[in-house]
């Protein structure tokens, strides 16, 4: 009997493969119950999302998104979100600390002063014509930015420490005027100081302050 050509292309193996197989003869099988080794459709239904996501923000890009070592899509954070934050920040630290000096300012007019302060002209002296909040501006935004940092740490115990100090001298050692010219800004620097601490280095501060205070037989009322 003389053996059968073989095949010569794809389409005449196909056609040989149907012609010598009949459905009867396909294998059957159980599917696998087995967790899946790749992507779920939740997982890809959420990376779509993310995908979505940055289109109302921007069309997506290898600068708005990235592949995470486990083959997931991330959005890459925005610079500028975190340059508007710290902006943000140093506005609303400067602006407490100019109403807490002319608070301040106000309390010690209050105490030491003969008549009785009025606020527009106090507040015109105190902060528009003043150096002060220019002067407080560019130390927040010197400083806070880094305030988290161990030398900044130190640099904000010794401010808190030498402010609150020379404070409590002023207070019962100097003449009123001196008090009055002094007890806000020292008060301001003071307050910045002991905040932008940890809280268990401000306590420290505080009792290093109040120690020295009391060495010194001073009194804080």
Same mark, same amino acid.
């Given at each position: ?35 899946? #080794?790749? #992507? ?26 990235? /592949? ?7 959005? /890459? ?20 600390? /100019? ?61 808190? /420490? ?53 060495? #010194? ?5």
């Amino acid at each position: 009997m003389a053996s059968q050509e073989a095949p010569r292309n794809r389409k005449e193996r196909r056609a040989q493969t149907k012609k010598g197989q009949s459905s009867n003869e396909i294998p059957f099988a159980r599917p696998s119950r087995e967790a899946p #080794k790749g #992507k779920t459709l939740l997982e890809i239904a959420e990376e779509r999302q993310i995908l979505q996501r940055s289109v109302h923000h921007g069309s997506p890009s290898v600068t708005t998104t990235q /592949i995470n070592p486990d083959g997931s899509i991330s959005e /890459i954070p925005d610079p500028s979100d975190s340059t508007s934050t710290t902006y943000a920040d140093i506005f609303l630290y400067t602006s407490s600390l /100019i109403i807490l000096y002319f608070t301040l300012t106000l309390l010690v007019h209050h105490q030491y002063a003969t008549d009785r302060p009025s606020l527009l002209p106090l507040f015109t002296s105190s902060v528009l014509s003043s150096p002060a909040p220019w002067l407080i501006l560019v130390l927040v935004a010197t400083l806070h930015p880094r305030a988290s940092l161990p030398t900044m740490q130190v640099v904000f115990a010794t401010m808190a /420490i030498m402010a609150g100090s020379w404070l409590v001298k002023a207070s019962n050692d100097e003449p009123y005027m001196a008090v009055m010219n002094k007890a806000p800004a020292l008060g301001t620097l003071w307050l910045w100081g002991v905040i932008e601490l940890r809280w268990e280095v401000a306590v420290g501060c505080l009792a290093v302050t109040g120690g020295w205070g009391w060495w #010194k037989g001073y009194s804080i009322w």
